[in-house]
């Protein structure tokens, strides 16, 4: 019998990607960092960046850079409008694309809003050997994303696999 995998907290970034938005008015960062601290991780950094590909790639540029951020959690930014450009902002930082999360966080958010989830390019990787997550604005998709999938995937309890487990072998050569 194997033993029971214990918890794990882990140290993650919140970044809203708004030109609009305030703290007061940041309901999507809010549940995510509501959402991550209620399931025992601890929220490294909570930040509001306008729509601008380079503020936002310095910002996940400084996080992953640092040994203090396992996570990166950004909401917005992920549609098709010409401001809309988180996934131009974070691909070129990533060694690792995960292409499954988008593909899933579609599936799942097409029984809730149908086909209007085509319009989402939620996007996962790994950059330095930390884990990126690029959610829509929408409180509604950033409960969907931490709910259906973040939750249990960071839970190093999850089983049969999870993300969590692998970060120490994130940076392996």
Not at 121 to 146: E, K, Q
Not at 154 to 168: G, V
Request: hydrophobic content about 40%; overall charge neutral; some cysteine.
């Amino acid at each position: 019998m194997t033993e029971p995998k214990s918890f794990i907290p882990l140290q993650i970034a919140v970044m809203t990607v708004s030109d609009s938005r305030t703290e007061a008015t940041d309901t999507s960062g809010k549940l995510l960092a509501d959402r991550l601290t209620a399931a025992g991780h601890y929220l490294a950094e909570k930040v509001i960046i306008p729509d601008n590909i380079y503020q936002i790639r310095a910002v996940v540029s400084r996080w992953i850079a640092s040994d203090d951020v396992q996570v990166v959690v950004t909401t917005g930014g992920t549609g098709v409008t010409g401001r809309d450009g988180t996934p131009e902002a974070i691909k070129p930082l990533l060694d690792k694309e995960i292409e499954g999360f988008g593909e899933v966080f579609r599936m799942i958010s097409y029984q809730e809003i149908k086909t209007s989830t085509i319009q989402s390019r939620a996007l996962a990787g790994v950059a330095n050997g930390t884990y990126i997550f690029c959610l829509p604005g929408s409180s509604g998709a950033c409960r969907t994303g931490w709910d259906q999938i973040l939750k249990d995937q960071l839970d190093a309890r999850n089983r049969p696999c999870n993300f969590a487990e692998l970060i120490p072998r994130l940076r392996e050569k």
